[in-house]
């Protein structure tokens, strides 16, 4: 018979997160193959950094259309920095997202690093997601090879060749 089982979701929070988290600057890479094609409706997450809810936080994704992309929400305002590439089903690929205030950058799969200087920080953040985001409904349905974080904002030409 068939069977279905939840997907995999580990997440930080209290000073297991706090003790290590910087959150004026620092920077999120993931290393992950996607498995399959996400729903429509669904913005699969590989590294969430949030306050409880995906209206303040630091991500890691994808949109429906493949794209992959560092995201700042702030108040529920939505800063995406997508990278211009996208995942290719059944292939490995890395993404970066580097935070600092109005000095943040993504890049993917080696790509230019593409930036954004008019946006803060979001504030009260309080875990680490890794697979899915706050309230669920974006798990990534693959496989999370490397997680790595900085606690400084590297430099774009270091962004680019961490995904190279």
Same mark, same amino acid.
């Given at each position: 018979?068939?069977?279905?089982?939840?997907?995999?979701?580990?997440?930080?929070?209290?000073?297991n997160?706090?003790?290590?988290?910087?959150? !004026?600057?620092g /920077? +999120?890479?993931?290393?992950? #193959?996607?498995?399959?094609?996400? $729903?429509?409706?669904?913005? =699969?997450?590989f590294v969430?950094i949030?306050?409880?809810s995906v209206?303040?936080?630091?991500?890691?994704?994808?949109?429906?259309?493949?794209?992959?992309?560092?995201?700042?929400?702030?108040?529920?305002?939505f800063?995406s920095?997508?990278?211009?590439?996208?995942?290719?089903?059944?292939a490995? !690929?890395?993404? /970066? +997202?580097?935070?600092?205030? #109005?000095?943040?950058?993504?890049? $993917?799969?080696?790509?230019s =690093?593409?930036?954004?200087?008019?946006?803060?920080?979001?504030s009260?953040?309080?875990?680490?997601?890794?697979?899915?985001?706050?309230?669920?409904?974006?798990?990534?349905?693959?496989?999370?090879?490397?997680?790595?974080?900085?606690?400084?904002r590297?430099?774009?030409?270091?962004?680019?060749?961490?995904?190279?």
């Amino acid at each position: 018979t068939a069977l279905t089982r939840n997907a995999d979701v580990a997440s930080m929070t209290g000073t297991n997160f706090s003790s290590w988290f910087n959150a !004026s600057e620092g /920077t +999120l890479l993931a290393e992950f #193959l996607r498995n399959t094609t996400p $729903a429509a409706s669904t913005f =699969p997450s590989f590294v969430n950094i949030d306050g409880g809810s995906v209206n303040d936080r630091l991500a890691l994704l994808t949109n429906s259309g493949r794209a992959l992309s560092g995201q700042v929400a702030i108040g529920g305002v939505f800063t995406s920095l997508a990278t211009g590439q996208t995942w290719t089903q059944g292939a490995s !690929s890395k993404l /970066t +997202l580097a935070y600092q205030v #109005l000095n943040h950058a993504a890049s $993917a799969n080696g790509s230019s =690093p593409v930036t954004n200087t008019t946006v803060n920080l979001p504030s009260g953040l309080i875990a680490m997601r890794l697979g899915d985001q706050a309230g669920g409904g974006a798990n990534i349905n693959g496989w999370l090879q490397r997680i790595s974080y900085y606690p400084v904002r590297l430099p774009n030409s270091t962004l680019q060749a961490l995904t190279a």
